[in-house]
């Protein structure tokens, strides 16, 4: 699907807000999508730009699932069958992402947007980076970009990546950096797979798309993306990269990164650029929902009927998961926890729920917790271990943590008071409230 007709179609339908006054790239834009928080938004005038910008267009959960066409509890299934049955896309000559095809760099005409007064520059914050290398394959991932000059930009290249391993091995990298894509690219790049599995076959199994050769490199993009900044990343050549708010929406250290040349841009002559607020629920969601699946199967294999997974905006969608099981054993509850921290290693606090607790309501999982937790028989805490570069709390260098996990199910067999909610009467409301 082409990201502008599917913005055009919220709008229509109105679940999205088409912004008609200039707006500036500096603060502004920024500032009007987190006052209209989830609502997706199109300005249509940038000050500084002759292209139009999106975003807040994927900030729930249900917002994706609307996207494809499914329920929220389908999303986990559906991504997980996408990892486990890729399939490779059309590519196409003629794709509408090189319709104009700029060879005089000036990074300034785009709308890359400063998003909050500490940042350090103007930053892509939701393109998404297509690299490969010669042994290991193509991979997808994001790497958020902050501008530096007109052709040059410094990304911040976190260790251990794929994409890190590739500058590791070849110290010099042929990149293109996406964006405006839809949510199959978008959430295809964000998962967690093994190294040579290439991303753009997931985001085809989740539906299909077209992929097209770069224009300076033989790198396979999503052909109907927006813009596509093509370059070359050096690992030796490095700049100053922040200050810029991560995902628990606390400033970033400054750090020495590598600096990404910039060669070619290509776009859509009716280009939107995609904007991503960072540490707000559009940075979460694409954060936390592909690892939702990962921690499924990881509970799975320990025997568990487990019945969903949410890591939550709460928990900055990345240290705290909430699992809803169908409890058939009395130790359900702890394996549960010890499969969601295998499955993803960066979560700090896990709860486990029944299947009559709603794990997207707040104070269901509150009521929980109050009528169903004993902290002396129901916690298990863990030795330190690492945990999640993001979590300001942790040891600072070594990630050293504490992860807790709560066992918030009821017994299999009730002593005393029962622990079932009791529910009132359902009755059909027009029969009274009618004329």
Not at 191 to 220: F, Q, Y
Not at 257 to 266: N, S
Request: with cysteine; net charge negative.
């Amino acid at each position: 699907m082409i990201l502008a007709d599917y913005i055009e179609g919220l709008i229509r339908d109105g679940k999205g807000r088409r912004i008609t006054r200039a707006a500036s790239k500096v603060l502004e834009a920024a500032g009007v999508l987190k006052a209209l928080e989830p609502t997706p938004v199109l300005f249509e005038h940038i000050a500084e730009s002759e292209f139009r910008v999106a975003g807040n267009l994927f900030c729930t959960k249900a917002q994706v699932a609307e996207y494809f066409g499914i329920s929220t509890q389908e999303l986990i299934p559906t991504l997980t069958r996408a990892i486990e049955n890729r399939s490779v896309p059309e590519t196409v000559d003629d794709a509408p992402c090189q319709e104009v095809v700029e060879s005089q760099v000036d990074l300034d005409r785009l709308p890359i947007l400063t998003h909050n007064r500490v940042d350090g520059g103007p930053y892509v914050s939701a393109g998404v980076v297509v690299s490969s290398d010669p042994e290991l394959g193509q991979n997808l991932d994001f790497h958020r970009a902050m501008q530096i000059g007109k052709d040059r930009m410094v990304m911040r290249v976190v260790r251990g990546r794929d994409f890190h391993k590739f500058l590791e091995r070849n110290g010099e990298v042929d990149i293109a950096l996406c964006v405006g894509n839809t949510p199959e690219v978008l959430i295809a790049a964000a998962t967690s797979v093994d190294t040579g599995i290439n991303e753009l076959e997931i985001a085809n199994a989740l539906r299909p798309i077209r992929v097209t050769h770069a224009k300076s490199s033989d790198l396979l993009i999503p052909a109907d993306c927006e813009f596509v900044l093509e370059g070359r990343v050096i690992q030796a050549e490095t700049h100053d990269e922040g200050p810029f708010i991560d995902l628990t929406e606390t400033v970033d250290v400054v750090r020495q990164e590598p600096v990404f040349e910039v060669k070619r841009i290509t776009h859509r002559r009716d280009a939107v650029w995609q904007a991503l607020l960072p540490g707000r629920f559009e940075h979460k969601l694409l954060m936390g929902l592909p690892r939702e699946p990962t921690v499924f199967r990881k509970i799975a294999e320990k025997g568990v009927d487990v019945l969903d997974v949410y890591i939550t905006p709460g928990g900055a969608s990345w240290l705290h998961v909430a699992v809803k099981i169908r409890k058939r054993s009395d130790d359900d509850g702890l394996k549960a926890i010890q499969g969601a921290f295998e499955g993803h290693k960066s979560a700090k606090h896990v709860w486990v729920y029944d299947e009559d607790i709603d794990i997207y309501d707040e104070q269901d999982r509150e009521w929980a917790m109050a009528t169903r937790f004993q902290g002396d028989v129901d916690m298990l805490i863990k030795d330190k271990e690492p945990g999640s570069s993001l979590d300001p709390s942790a040891e600072p260098g070594t990630k050293m943590t504490t992860k807790i996990g709560f066992d918030v199910t009821k017994p299999l067999v009730t002593r005393g008071k029962s622990f079932d909610r009791a529910s009132f009467p359902k009755v059909d409301l027009s029969k009274f409230l009618g004329d």
